[in-house]
C-alpha cells in the first residue's frame, strides 16, 4: 500500500529556499504569489492490510526519520487506490 | 591519549582529524569504522566532517542509526569528551546529543573559508587552554550551518554558558557581516549541558599547522589532551 | 540496414559498410549500437588520433603515457602524480548542475582506478558574457556549473584548488567545462585497465545500471541545435556518495593483489569498459546482461551495455580471490556482481539469459576503428582579424581603463566561484583556488605539486598555433611561479565540427603548435581529451585548448603566490614587452575588437625564465611570484597587491611602443600581453642576485619599483598613469563578479 509524507520547515522556521523561490516569482511578474514554503515529498511502499495500519506505520517513520521535530512538521496521507 | 576518529560512509575528513591527533599533537589515533561497536579504549572520540551517508535526507540524520553510535552515546554519558566537527555536529544534533537543528545557509551556497570564531566558553575539554574571548582563524565548509533552535532553547543554551564558539570579526565583535551562515546569535559551536560533548560547524583539524594558513585549530586538541592529563591526575589522587 | 537506423546512430554507410566486413555479416541492432558508441569521435578520436600522434608522450618520469584512464608521472619517494583533464561541455549545457557534477565525478574515477588517491580537482570554465542578450541563460548556466561541481566535489571530499573562468560571446551558445582531477599513487603499483588471464571473472560494482545517458557519447559528438533540449534524457545524475564509496573500496581492493584491472564505466559505458579492457590485455571478455544490477524493468541488452549511468566500474580479479574481493566491496555497503569471464577469443561477447546477442572482436572495436585524415583549410577570417592599427584607437586614461579592467569578469576575482568549492579537505592546499597555481603538499615527503590550467581561446582564434603555445607556456610558468619544475601536462582540446575543413585546421595548427612547445619546454603529454562539435545552430567556439601543467616542488616550504609578502621589497619585472596589444583583454573590453595578432613567443626564453623561477625559488630569493596575462603587467601588480591587507606598490615601466600618442605608449606598456612575463618581490640586498641569475641565463630582468604604502602608483617612463588605493582597486576586483549574482536571486 502507498503512504505519502510531506515534511515542510515549521511556521516559525525561515526557509530561504522558499523565499528565493518567491523572490525570483515575482520577478517574473507573479505578483499574485504571496508566499513559498519548500518541502520533501516521500513516497513509501508499505506492507499493511489496512489504510489505517499503513498510516500508522508511515507516521512512525516520518516521526523518527523522515522529519526532524525540531525544525520540521510532517502529514502523511494514504491515498485511495 | 587516544583520539578515536569515527568513520562514517561519506566521512571525509576523517584522514584530517587523524592526522591532525597523530602527526600534528603526536598523539594517539585510531580510525572506528561505523559499524563497530565498540571505541576500543579511546579517550577523546571525534566525529569527522564529511557528508554521511550522503547527507541524503538531511545532514547528519542517518549516521545517528550507525552501530558505533551507542557506543559513543554511553561514552558522553560517562563524561568523555566527544568532538562533532561539521557533520560531526550535524550528527550531533540529530542524535540528540545537542539541541537544535542545522538549517541550510542563508545565502543557499556553500561557503568555504576562514572565518574569525571568539571562544565564549573555556569550561569544556575542548577550550580549556583557551582564553575566554581569544578570537580563532579557522576555516569553514559548509552548506547547511545555519544554527537554528526554538528561542527558548537559544535562550537557555546563552544562560546556561553553553554557546563555545561564535563568529565575528577581527575585532572580536558579533556581527552581522562576520557572520558567514545565518546562525541564530551568530553561534558556531556549542556543548551539551554536561559540557563534554562539544559539536561546532568550523574545521579546527584544517587550521594546526602554518603551512596551510593557520595552526589557530590546535588548541581544540591540545586542550582536549591537558583535559584527559587533568582527569588522569584526578582519577590517582 | 536502412539510412534512418544508420542517421540515428550517427554512422556513416562507409562505416556500415566496414562493420559488416569486421563481422563477416550483417551486425545485430545491439551490435549496431555497440559500434555506434565505440566509433563515435568521443570514443575513437577518429578525427584526431592521426594527429594526436604528433604529440610528444615520453620522458624520463613518465610512467603513463595516453592510452590509458589517466597519466601518470614520477615525482620521487616512490610516488606517481596520475592526472588527466577532460570535458564536459556538452552535457552542462543541458542540464548545468548534472553535467559539472557527473563531470567532475567522472574525472575522478579515472584517477582511482589507476591505484592512485584523487588530492585535488581543477576546472577550466568558459561561459558567454554574464551580461547582454544571453545574460540571464549564461548566469544560470554557470551558476548551475558552480554549483554542480561544488556539490559533487565538496562532498566526495576532494579539494578544488584551482582553475580559471573566463567569458566570450562564442561560449554563449556552448560553454566549457573541462575538469582536472590529480591524484598520488605509488610508483611501482599503478593499475591499468586491462582484462587478462582466461577464467578470470569480471565483476559489476556500484550503481544500477537505467537508462539514463543512452547515447551520451554519440550526443558528444553532434552539434546542437534547437531540438536538444529533446534529448534531455540523455543526462545523467551523480551520486558522490555512491563514488565515495566505490573510491575508498577500490583503494581497499587495491591493497591487495587480487585485482587485475579495472576500468570505469564512463562514456558508452559497459561496452567501452568491456571491449577496451578486453583489446588492453589481448583477450576476450563474455559478459551475461542478466546479471547486470538494473534500476528499471524491460531494459534491453542494447540499453543495457549503451546506458551511461554513473558511478559504475568494471573489474577483473583473479580466479580464486572472489570471496576477498567480495568482502572488501560488502564492507562499503557495495554488491559486487560478477557478470562474465576473461576469455581466450579475443571477441566482446554479450548474452542475455544464455542467447548470444553481439560477438565483436575487441580489436575492431577499438583498435580498427576508423581513422580520417579530414580535408583542412586556412579559414578566411584570418587575414581580416589578424590586421590592426592601433593607430587608428582612440585612446582614453589609462587609469580608468585599469579599473574597467579589475571589474571585467575574466579578470574580476573569482572567489564567488572558489569559496563554493571546498578548497582544503584532505589538509594538503598549501596555495588554494584564485591564486597563480594550486599546489599540494605530499604528506611524509617534503615535497608539494603544483598545477595550473590555461587556455586563451582569443589567441587561438587569432593564431591556434602560436595560441597553443601560449597556453602550455602560460599554464607552466604559472607552475613555475609558485616555485615548481613542470614535468608533465594533460590536454583538453575544445573545437567545432571537424567536418568542417576550417576547424579542421585550427585543430592541426593548435596540436602541432603544442607539440613544438611541448618539446622546447620539455614537457610530456601524459594523456587528455578532446572535445570537438562545439557548435550550436552552427556556430563555433573559439578554438579552445586547455592545457594542465604539473610541475614538482622539492621543498614544500618555499612555495611562492601571487601576493606581495613585505614592505619595502623590491619588485622585479622577469622579461620584457613588446607593447602587444593584438588579443588582448583591453582590446575587447575597451575597443570592443578581437583582432590583431597574438603575443608572439620565444620558446628558449620561456624556458629559461621558467627554470630561472624554480632556481630562485628553491634558493629562497624571491617573496612572491606572478604572471602577466590578461590585463598586463598593471593588472599583474595590482593582484600581487591583492590579499596582502592593502599594501601598496610604487613602480614605474619602461615604455613598450613609441608612438606620438602618449596614452597609446601607456596602455601598450600597462595592459599589453607579452608572455614570458613575471613580477617577482625580492627583499632589498637579493635583488642582485636575482638579476645575475637572470642574466647567466639569458632571461631579461629589471628592478621596476618597491613595495610600501597603501596605493598602487604605476609610471611609464616617469609620468604617473595609475594611481590608486589598494583598498579601491580591491574592493572593485573582489566585488565585480558577484554583482552579476546579486541581481538574480534564483
Not at chain 3, 576546472?123 to 556539490?151: E, H, Q, S, Y
Amino acid at each position: 500500500m502507498k503512504a505519502r509524507v510531506f515534511v515542510t520547515l515549521k511556521p516559525s522556521v525561515f526557509d530561504p529556499q522558499g523565499k528565493t523561490i518567491a523572490d525570483a516569482l515575482h520577478s517574473l511578474g507573479y505578483t499574485g504569489v504571496a508566499d513559498v514554503r519548500q518541502g520533501k515529498f516521500f513516497e513509501i511502499d508499505v506492507e499493511a492490510r489496512t489504510a489505517d495500519q499503513a498510516f500508522h506505520v508511515a507516521s512512525e517513520v516520518a516521526d523518527k526519520v523522515l522529519a526532524n521535530p525540531v525544525i520540521e512538521s510532517y502529514r502523511v496521507e494514504i491515498p485511495e487506490s | 591519549m587516544k583520539f578515536a576518529v569515527v568513520v562514517f560512509p561519506g566521512s571525509n575528513c576523517d584522514d584530517d582529524s587523524y592526522h591532525a591527533a597523530k602527526h600534528v599533537l603526536g598523539q594517539e589515533a585510531e580510525f572506528i569504522w561505523h559499524k563497530e561497536t565498540s571505541l576500543k579504549g579511546a579517550d577523546v572520540v571525534i566525529l569527522p566532517g564529511g557528508f554521511a551517508h550522503g547527507d541524503y535526507l538531511r545532514t547528519g540524520a542517518l549516521a545517528r542509526f550507525s552501530p558505533i553510535m551507542g557506543a559513543v552515546a554511553e561514552f558522553a554519558k560517562r563524561g568523555g569528551p566527544v568532538l562533532g566537527i561539521c557533520n560531526g555536529f550535524q550528527i550531533l544534533l540529530e542524535a540528540g546529543f545537542l539541541p537544535g537543528a542545522m538549517l541550510r545557509n542563508r545565502d543557499l551556497k556553500f561557503h568555504c573559508e576562514h572565518v574569525i570564531v571568539r571562544v565564549e566558553q573555556t569550561e569544556t575539554p575542548f577550550t580549556l587552554r583557551a582564553a575566554k574571548g581569544q578570537r580563532l582563524r579557522i576555516p569553514i565548509a559548509h552548506g547547511e550551518g545555519n544554527y537554528y533552535a526554538p528561542a527558548d532553547v537559544v535562550q537557555q543554551l546563552e544562560s546556561s554558558g553553553r554557546v563555545v564558539f561564535r563568529y565575528c570579526d577581527e575585532r572580536g565583535d558579533v556581527t552581522e557581516r562576520a557572520n558567514p551562515n545565518g546562525a541564530v546569535n551568530g553561534i558556531a559551536g556549542i556543548c551539551n549541558e554536561a559540557r563534554n560533548v562539544v559539536g561546532l560547524m568550523p574545521h579546527p583539524e584544517r587550521a594546526c599547522e602554518g603551512a596551510l594558513g593557520s595552526a589557530d585549530g590546535l588548541i581544540l586538541f591540545e586542550s582536549a589532551v591537558a583535559a584527559m592529563a587533568q582527569e588522569g591526575v584526578m582519577r590517582t589522587a | 540496414m536502412n539510412d534512418e537506423v544508420l542517421e540515428r546512430h550517427g554512422l556513416t554507410r562507409e562505416e556500415y559498410d566496414r562493420i559488416v566486413r569486421a563481422l563477416g555479416r550483417e551486425p545485430s541492432e545491439t551490435e549496431i549500437g555497440i559500434f555506434s558508441v565505440m566509433w563515435s569521435e568521443h570514443c575513437s578520436y577518429k578525427s584526431s588520433r592521426v594527429h594526436l600522434k604528433k604529440l610528444p608522450t615520453r620522458g624520463p618520469r613518465v610512467l603513463q603515457g595516453p592510452g590509458e584512464n589517466a597519466g601518470a608521472v614520477d615525482i620521487g619517494d616512490g610516488l606517481a602524480a596520475v592526472f588527466k583533464i577532460e570535458s564536459h561541455n556538452h552535457p552542462s549545457f543541458i542540464e548545468p548542475y548534472q553535467g559539472a557534477a557527473t563531470g567532475v565525478g567522472g574525472i575522478i574515477r579515472d584517477i582511482f582506478t589507476m591505484g592512485a588517491r584523487p588530492i585535488a580537482l581543477l576546472n577550466a570554465l568558459r561561459f558567454g558574457p554574464l551580461d547582454g542578450p544571453d545574460g540571464v541563460r549564461t548566469r544560470r548556466i554557470m551558476d548551475g556549473v558552480v554549483r554542480g561541481i561544488g556539490g559533487y566535489g565538496n562532498s566526495i571530499g576532494i579539494a578544488t584548488v584551482g582553475g580559471e573562468v573566463a567569458f566570450d560571446e562564442p561560449y554563449a551558445g556552448n560553454p566549457l567545462v573541462n575538469v582536472l582531477c590529480l591524484g598520488v599513487a605509488p610508483a611501482n603499483a599503478l593499475v591499468k585497465g586491462t582484462a587478462s588471464g582466461i577464467g578470470n571473472p569480471v565483476y559489476y560494482v556500484g550503481a544500477k545500471t537505467g537508462r539514463d545517458g543512452i547515447h551520451g557519447a554519440t550526443m558528444a559528438s553532434a552539434e546542437f541545435d534547437d531540438r536538444s533540449a529533446e534529448k534531455r534524457p540523455a543526462v545523467q545524475v551523480g551520486d558522490p556518495f555512491m563514488e565515495k564509496l566505490l573510491l575508498e573500496a577500490c583503494l581497499e581492493l587495491m591493497q591487495t593483489d587480487a585485482l587485475i584491472g579495472v576500468q570505469d564505466m564512463g562514456a558508452a559505458g559497459l561496452t567501452c569498459s568491456t571491449c577496451e579492457m578486453g583489446a588492453r590485455g589481448g583477450a576476450g571478455v563474455e559478459i551475461d546482461v542478466m546479471h547486470v544490477p538494473q534500476r528499471e524493468t524491460g531494459m534491453t541488452p542494447y540499453e543495457i551495455m549503451l546506458s551511461e549511468s554513473q558511478e559504475r566500474m568494471l573489474l577483473v580479479v583473479k580466479k580464486g580471490r572472489e570471496a576477498e574481493v567480495e568482502r572488501i566491496f560488502e564492507k562499503w555497503d557495495l554488491h559486487a556482481s560478477r557478470i562474465g569471464e576473461v576469455t581466450a577469443d579475443g571477441l566482446l561477447r554479450v548474452k542475455d539469459r544464455g542467447r548470444v546477442v553481439a560477438e565483436i572482436p575487441n580489436r575492431a572495436l577499438v583498435d580498427e576503428a576508423p581513422v580520417y585524415n579530414r580535408p583542412v583549410k586556412r579559414p578566411a577570417y584570418l587575414d581580416e582579424v589578424r590586421a590592426l592599427d592601433v593607430a587608428s584607437l582612440t585612446i582614453g586614461r589609462p587609469a580608468a581603463d585599469f579599473r574597467r579592467l579589475l571589474a571585467s569578469p575574466t579578470i574580476a576575482s573569482k572567489a564567488w566561484v572558489y569559496r563554493q568549492y571546498d578548497t582544503m579537505v584532505r589538509t594538503n592546499t598549501i596555495a588554494a583556488a584564485g591564486l597563480t597555481a594550486g599546489v599540494v603538499r605530499i604528506k611524509g615527503t617534503e615535497r608539494a605539486l603544483a598545477i595550473s590550467t590555461d587556455g586563451n581561446g582569443r589567441y587561438c582564434y587569432l593564431d591556434p598555433r602560436r595560441g597553443a603555445m601560449l597556453a602550455l607556456a602560460e599554464a607552466a610558468r604559472n607552475v613555475a611561479c609558485a616555485g615548481a619544475v613542470p614535468i608533465g601536462a594533460t590536454n583538453c582540446l575544445n573545437f567545432g565540427n571537424p567536418e568542417r575543413p576550417e576547424i579542421m585546421w585550427q585543430f592541426v595548427e593548435a596540436v602541432e603548435g603544442l607539440a613544438e612547445a611541448c618539446r622546447a619546454l620539455d614537457i610530456p603529454i601524459t594523456g587528455g581529451n578532446v572535445s570537438l562539435y562545439n557548435e550550436t545552430d552552427g556556430r563555433a567556439i573559439y578554438p579552445t585548448p586547455v592545457i594542465g601543467v604539473v610541475g614538482l616542488i622539492e621543498h614544500a616550504s618555499r612555495t611562492l603566490t601571487r601576493a606581495f609578502a613585505a614592505d619595502g621589497s623590491s619588485i622585479i619585472l622577469l622579461g620584457e614587452g613588446t607593447g602587444e596589444l593584438g588579443g588582448s583583454e583591453y582590446l575587447k573590453l575597451v575597443h570592443n575588437r578581437v583582432r590583431g595578432e597574438c603575443p608572439s613567443i620565444d620558446l628558449a626564453r620561456e624556458r629559461a625564465l621558467q627554470a630561472l623561477l624554480a632556481r630562485a625559488a628553491a634558493d629562497g630569493l624571491l617573496l612572491s611570484a606572478h604572471d602577466c596575462s590578461d590585463g598586463g603587467v598593471a593588472v599583474a601588480l595590482a593582484e600581487c597587491c591583492f590579499d596582502t591587507g592593502g599594501l601598496g606598490a610604487v613602480v614605474d615601466l619602461t615604455p613598450e611602443l613609441s608612438a606620438s600618442h602618449e596614452n597609446l605608449v601607456s596602455a601598450a606598456t600597462l595592459f599589453g600581453e607579452s608572455a614570458s612575463r613575471v613580477v617577482v618581490s625580492s627583499r632589498v640586498g637579493d635583488e642582485p642576485r636575482v638579476l645575475e641569475l637572470a642574466a647567466t641565463r639569458g632571461v631579461p630582468a629589471r628592478v621596476i619599483g618597491r613595495t610600501g604604502g597603501t596605493r598602487l602608483r604605476v609610471g611609464v617612463a616617469g609620468a604617473v598613469a595609475i594611481d590608486c588605493a589598494v583598498a579601491e582597486a580591491e574592493q572593485i576586483w573582489s566585488g565585480a563578479l558577484e554583482m552579476f549574482f546579486r541581481r538574480t536571486a534564483a
